[in-house]
Structures are given as C-alpha cells and as structure tokens.
C-alpha cells in the first residue's frame, strides 16, 4: 500500500523551523513561524495565562469529555471578544459559537459545515494569502477562486482590483477577509474600505468568511474587529474563524472558534448543531485544557487586565520593531523605500526582494524567512536588528 508513496517537501512555513534550528551559525535570525517573541527571542507563556494553569490545575478534577460545543463560558466570551457584549447578533442569539482546534481547525469545519450543506461552494481568497488557507478551504470541496489584494510594487492593497474581482461573488458564495493584521503582507482593509465590502456583501448576497487569527496584535482588541462586527451589522449571515494561538500565546494548546452569524436565532441554533456534528465526524471532541485557560482569564477581572496589558506590550513592541527595521534599513543609505513595513499591522510584511535573494539571506546569512521574502517581525530584537538589516542590504 505504502511502496510508491513519495516523500512529501517541508512546509514552506513550519518547515523553516527545523532548519533554523540545525543551522549552527551564531548570528541565526529566526523570521519563519509567525509565533509571537520577546526581546530575548522567547515564545512565552503569557503572564495570565500561567496563572490560569496553575488554577486549573489545582481545580480541575476530570480529563473526561468536554461539551462537544465547547464550555459555556468560553463560548460567551468568545462572542463577546470578536463582536462585543452588546451587539445585536448575541443578543438576538443569532451567533452561534463553536470551540475547534486553532485557527486551522475552525477554519477547515467551518469550510467543511459549509460544503457540506452546499457542495462546490465558491470562496474567493485573497491572492496572496497565508499558504494553508489554500489546502484548508479545497480539501473540504470548497472551490478556490482568488481575487488580487495586494500590490508589490507599490506596498499598497489592490483595493480597486480586489473590488472588481468581488463583482463575481454572488449569493451562495463565500468571500474569505482577513480580520486584520493580514497574512503575509501586514496591509488591511481600511474603515472605509470594510464599508465597500459589507454594501457589496448587501448587494450581491456573497456571506463573509472572516479568519481572525491577529485580534488585538494591529491596533488593538477593539479596533482590529471594527471590519468584522460592521459585517456582523450590516449582513443576515457572516462565518468567522477565530484563533487563540497568537493573541493568549496558545499555539499548541490548540485553541480556537468557529462562529456562524445566521439570519434568526432559530437558523442560528441550527447551524451550530450542524458545526458540531461535522467536528464530530472529524475529530470528534474539542480539545478542553486552552479553552478552560481562555475562560478562567476572560471571566476573572484582574486576570483578563493582565492579559490585556501583556497583548498591549506585545502590540506596541511589534510596532516598534517595524519602525526601528525601517529606521535601521534608511540609515544604511540605500534608495530603497521600506517605509510601507512601519505602516502594515501584526506580525507580517514582505520586504519585497526576489526569491533568489530570499534563498541567499537564508543560506549565506542565516535569515529565516519565507520564500514569499515574508518576515515575521517579532522575531526582530536589539541584538540581531543591526545583522539583519546589513545582510538584507548585502543581498539587495
Ligand atoms: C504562520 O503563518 O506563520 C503561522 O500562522 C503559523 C502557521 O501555521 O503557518
């Protein structure tokens, strides 16, 4: 059964790790994974989230099933965080939430709860995107069509080509947004812009799917779902995605949402039943420990500012680093114009170099990156900016 099987390539992203890891020079950069890092290159357990663990594991007094939705308490909370407690969608119980395994895994059942329901669903994605949505939206029978998002030349959104492509979307198709801070290429949708996509949404019937796997690391918790809860008011039906990986730094824990805004609460209730059973047929169970740490922070006040002032101090450093990168890169005196990283959000941006100059930074300067010349920010610090951008200007 298994003689002709082929040896399948590293992952372009998760497989830099591996690499990062075996390279035995010094001055290695690590810029791959999109994992948060502090100034000392750690990925930490965040403050409030140790403290939840040591709760939990002084209280919890069972490994048996979780509900199969996920624990009540997460559910609310994680409504609340991506809508706001006062929206008309959770008071009108028209947002059912779902607990699922990361950002992948919500965003694999809630593209297969869709295709299931309707086979040969389109879903326009955003060309470029982040490299598993590809795989993640067509192996559940979704079929892909790409709209243009991003131009490399100008370090600016494709905003009027995006809209043109949109015009194909109609009722029974998805159209999968990035929530905010935008993977790979940092730049997001403005306030007016969001405006143009919900009133397209409203005139040709195309249901938002939202992947929102950065809240709170743009311009903050509130302000990075401003495009999501003006969908969520404006249209009968939004699916969102949601990830708990980079924001409570619970990245193996595996921890995050899917959430189906429907028409009234009874469709609603429906589809969040149907949510569950396709999780049922794939995997069963959700897994408890991440949601019970995202809850028992979330409903503790001192523990939920904790958490706020840490993700504060994780947003702020990532902003610093884009300003101090451009700062750096315009002190070496090159023509060229980074400036565009200081204002895309999160974690990503691409430097924009070619592909051959991507594979010199990773194989003459230990600079990992990915091929697309993303860079993951947060891996920048004091100790390696200088490097860094010495060896992007010896490429270029
Ligand atoms: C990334 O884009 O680097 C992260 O979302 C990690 C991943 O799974 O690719």
Not at 144 to 159: M, R, W
Not at 360 to 388: C, E, H, M, Q, T
Request: charged content about 20%; aromatic content about 8%.
């Amino acid at each position: 059964m298994f003689q002709s099987i082929e040896r399948r390539p590293p992952d372009p992203i998760l497989g830099l790790s591996a690499a990062y890891k075996n390279d035995t020079n010094p001055k290695k950069v690590d810029l791959g994974v999109g994992v948060y890092k502090d100034e000392a290159g750690s990925c930490p357990v965040m403050r409030a989230v140790k403290t939840a663990e040591n709760t939990l594991w002084q209280t919890e007094d069972s490994k048996s099933y979780i509900a199969q939705a996920g624990p009540e308490l997460f559910l609310k909370y994680t409504g609340e965080l991506l809508l706001g407690a006062d929206h008309a969608a959770l008071k009108d119980k028209r947002a059912a939430v779902v607990l699922a395994p990361g950002g992948s895994g919500s965003l694999r059942v809630a593209a297969e709860f869709v295709a299931r329901g309707a086979p040969n669903t389109r879903i326009f994605v955003s060309d470029p995107t982040w490299n598993n949505h590809l795989p993640l939206m067509s192996s559940a029978g979704l079929k892909l069509e790409l709209y243009p998002y991003y131009d490399y030349a100008s370090h600016k959104l494709s905003f009027d080509k995006m809209m043109h492509k949109l015009q194909d979307a109609r009722q029974g198709d998805l159209v999968l947004l990035h929530g905010c801070c935008h993977n790979p290429c940092g730049a997001d949708l403005s306030r007016e812009q969001w405006q143009a996509v919900a009133e397209a949404a409203q005139r040709q019937g195309f249901t938002p799917f939202v992947d929102l796997a950065y809240q709170g690391l743009g311009d903050g918790l509130v302000e990075d779902v401003y495009g999501l809860r003006l969908l969520a008011s404006t249209l009968p039906e939004v699916v969102v995605a949601s990830s708990y990986s980079k924001n409570f730094g619970l990245y193996r824990e595996r921890t995050g949402a899917v959430m189906i805004v429907a028409g009234t609460a009874a469709a609603a209730e429906a589809a969040g039943t149907q949510v569950v059973g396709t999780a049922r047929e794939m995997y069963s169970v959700p897994p408890a420990h991440g949601a019970a740490l995202v809850a028992l922070v979330l409903d503790n006040p001192a523990l939920r500012q904790e958490w706020d002032d840490e993700l504060t101090e994780m947003r702020n450093r990532i902003n610093g680093l884009r300003a101090a990168l451009v700062a750096k890169l315009k002190s070496k005196g090159i023509a060229r114009d980074f400036s565009f990283i200081q204002h895309e959000k999160g974690m990503f941006s691409f430097l924009g170099l070619t592909p051959e100059q991507v594979k010199k930074l990773v194989n003459d300067y230990s600079i990992y990156l990915v091929g697309s010349s993303r860079i993951n920010v947060a891996g920048i610090n004091k100790s390696n900016i200088g490097y860094l951008a010495d060896s992007i200007v010896a490429v270029l």
